[in-house]
């Protein structure tokens, strides 16, 4: 049968400026949904924005628009940044669609018929810029919000809640039988000994707001934003609506998050799907956090990257690539342009740019850009390389670790570079030597198979480097992992006229 694949990246904040760190989830996000689709599997990748809450209703207060306006002029900013970093979602949820706030009041109502939502009442500290309520434990004697440092006001009101509290045994017994749930393991203990600490029911309505979906039969309260936002990755997935797509996609699916939302994915959304009698999603992915030339990002310092400059002053895939290739996914990483560029230098100029270039330019000279597929076409050793390459590319893609799986398929490009070095076409054309055909068809045939290999990553370089090599047009572009073999090229391959896929840096 089919496999399934779901991925998500996190609602954003719609009132956010897109910056790097919404440009990595997303980026990550758009790899492995390419992966899977080469794999030939059924793929949804969602993303979207967070568009309710206290925090929206007092921006469009100040900017005097309605809650509605702001959020569609703003919305704009997420969604033209995913087409320039050619992001293909499949969908773009925004939780004030009519068909969300459908799904949110049903989940409720589930929740409530099945008897773990009850009325009670809400104090705590509470941050109005962060709209969070800060238990005391976590709190000084300065009673500023851990997050943003902001005073905390003590708020009381009437509140729904949810009967968290009765998830603690399954969530634990459920992470104990899944050690994959959270990744990496790092983050699973920390969930693990949070949830073994006991957890508290949840707070999930807000008396007074009037900027978010509306309680059923309760007019008075709406959802905490957390409920609601939560929810989109089932409204995505059909639930309630659409039951061939919910069974086709419900559980397989995947949450990238931020560290710092993780505790929200890991607990409350478990427990609350637990509640409801839905099976977890497969796996939770934390990914770490980017500083900027060892500074934390922060407006004030003024040194937030935007991710619309780096891709107009050094191209989308540059981008992409250093995003992934720079940290392994899960750790902190640092930004600066200057490794930029250095890695953009040495990874993809000097050596990938590089065994292209001089591959197209020897099949010109000594070929005329026809090489004929040689009769014996067998090579163990390029035969072992490949298969080991293929497998640990594999592997490393299952646990979302980019950076290996990008240095496994760099192994073919070293190699190709040694090949060409050692075998040295440019004697063997002098010397007559007709092994020539069979040099240059193997290290066509390499550009190809690197070409399937990065398309995940570097979409566009890789519709670019199989024009050139004369595979078909860029927009046809389609590749499968079939091609993934030697011998897999054509009858001839007729090659264009090289040119730069990466010019050195300065
Ligand atoms: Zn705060």
């Excluded at 694949?5 to 719609?14: A, M, R």
């Excluded at 397989?252 to 999603?281: Q, S, T």
């Amino acid at each position: 049968m089919e496999k399934s694949f779901y991925i998500t990246t996190p609602i954003y904040y719609v009132n956010d400026v897109p910056h790097i760190g919404h440009a990595y989830t997303t980026c990550a996000a758009d790899i492995l949904a390419r992966f899977h689709r080469l794999l030939g599997e059924r793929v949804l990748f969602s993303t979207g924005t967070d568009e309710h809450g206290q925090k929206i209703e007092k921006a469009a207060q100040e900017a005097g628009l309605s809650p509605q306006e702001l959020v569609d002029k703003v919305v704009v900013r997420f969604q033209e940044l995913w087409k320039t970093m050619h992001i293909e979602h499949d969908v773009f949820i925004r939780t004030t669609s009519e068909e969300h706030e459908k799904v949110v009041q049903d989940f409720f109502l589930l929740l409530q018929r099945k008897g773990y939502i009850y009325k009670g009442e809400y104090e705590g500290w509470y941050c109005v810029p962060c709209e969070t309520f800060w238990p005391e434990s976590q709190l000084d004697e300065r009673l500023v919000c851990p997050d943003c440092g902001r005073p905390l006001q003590k708020l009381k009101e009437e509140s729904y809640f949810f009967a968290l509290s009765r998830f603690t045994e399954p969530l634990l017994r459920y992470l104990e039988e899944h050690p994959d749930f959270v990744m990496p393991e790092s983050r699973y203990n920390e969930i693990y000994s949070f949830v073994r600490g006991g957890l508290k029911d949840q707070s999930i309505s807000r008396a007074g707001l009037k900027w978010g979906i509306q309680v059923p039969g309760d007019p008075d309260h709406t959802f905490y934003v957390w409920f609601d936002a939560l929810i989109n990755y089932i409204t995505v997935a059909g639930f309630g609506r659409d039951e061939a797509q919910f069974s086709t996609f419900w559980p397989w699916a995947y949450h990238l998050v931020g560290k710092d939302i993780l505790r929200f994915h890991a607990v409350l959304w478990p427990g609350m799907l637990l509640g409801a009698e839905l099976p977890l999603p497969r796996r939770i992915f934390a990914h770490g956090w980017w500083t900027v030339e060892g500074e934390k990002m922060s407006k004030s310092k003024g040194n937030v990257v935007d991710p619309y400059r780096m891709i107009a002053q050094y191209g989308v895939d540059r981008f992409r690539y250093f995003l992934m290739r720079e940290v392994s996914f899960g750790l902190d990483g640092d930004f600066s342009e200057k490794a930029l560029v250095e890695r953009s230098n040495a990874d993809l100029s000097d050596n990938f740019g590089n065994m292209v270039h001089r591959t197209l330019n020897m099949v010109f000279k000594y070929r005329d850009g026809v090489v004929k597929k040689p009769g014996a076409y067998e090579d163990l050793e390029w035969e072992e390389l490949l298969q080991d390459v293929k497998e640990k590319f594999f592997l490393s893609m299952e646990r979302f670790a980019f950076a290996q799986a990008l240095e496994n398929v760099w192994r073919l490009i070293h190699f190709a570079n040694r090949y060409i070095d050692q075998k040295a076409p440019w004697r063997m054309f002098k010397e007559g030597n007709e092994d020539l055909d069979q040099v240059l068809y193997r290290l066509l045939d390499c550009s190809r198979i690197v070409a399937v290999f990065i398309s995940p990553f570097m979409p566009s370089t890789a519709a670019k480097l199989w024009s050139l090599i004369g595979m078909g047009e860029q927009f046809e572009f389609s590749p499968k992992i079939a091609e993934l073999e030697w011998g897999r090229g054509p009858e001839h391959y007729r090659v264009k006229h090289p040119e730069p896929l990466f010019p050195r840096l300065t």
